[in-house]
């Protein structure tokens, strides 16, 4: 039948003066209602070194507290696509 069914959804959100999108915010969306949820970043997953890998050093699991795009406070958690 050739169908695709999206299973995740994620508004990439740039920041002001960055050269790649490596510095971004990222939204989750409910792949069903289009809702923008919480946001969180992703910078720790281009940490790197031996030195990184230290107890406390490098956070491996991120938190979604973003509800606003830093760079003007604009808000987007809630908002609809």
Do not use: M
Request: glycine share 14%.
């Amino acid at each position: 039948d050739g169908d695709v069914t999206a299973l995740s959804c994620v508004f990439r959100a740039g920041r002001e003066g960055a050269s790649t999108d490596h510095d971004s915010i990222l939204f989750d969306v409910d792949v069903n209602t289009g809702v923008i949820q919480g946001g969180t970043t992703n910078a720790h997953w281009y940490r790197l070194g031996l030195f990184e890998t230290l107890p406390g050093r490098c956070p491996w699991r991120s938190t979604h507290g973003y509800t606003h795009h830093p760079d003007g406070n604009i808000p987007v958690k809630g908002q609809q696509l």
